[in-house]
């Protein structure tokens, strides 16, 4: 059985570290990045720097669900 979840290695604050999220994560993740004109590198730095508890892949899952709820709010025609 192949696993759901991805790991890759994102460069933050100049060191690298592996992230581990499903495939749907990372496509938000880089569809955020590119609406941002940022890397995702920055975007996830940005995300690490903010999170007040919890580790590095859920504060991710979190802030692409967040992202996707504003969206669909702010254009109700999506549901």
């Keep these: 059985m192949t696993s759901l979840v991805v790991k890759?290695?994102?460069?933050?604050?100049?060191?690298?570290?592996?992230?581990?999220?499903?495939?749907?994560?990372?496509?938000?993740?880089?569809?955020?990045?590119?609406?941002?004109?940022?890397?995702?590198?920055?975007v996830v730095g940005g995300i690490d720097i903010s999170r007040e508890h919890g580790n590095l892949s859920s504060a991710?899952?979190?802030?692409?669900?967040?992202?996707?709820m504003q969206r669909t709010i702010a254009q109700p025609e999506l549901l």
């Design 8 to 42: 890759r290695s994102i460069v933050l604050a100049g060191h690298k570290t592996s992230v581990s999220l499903e495939e749907p994560f990372w496509a938000g993740l880089k569809e955020i990045a590119h609406q941002q004109n940022a890397t995702i590198s920055t």
């Design 60 to 68: 991710i899952r979190l802030f692409v669900l967040g992202s996707a």
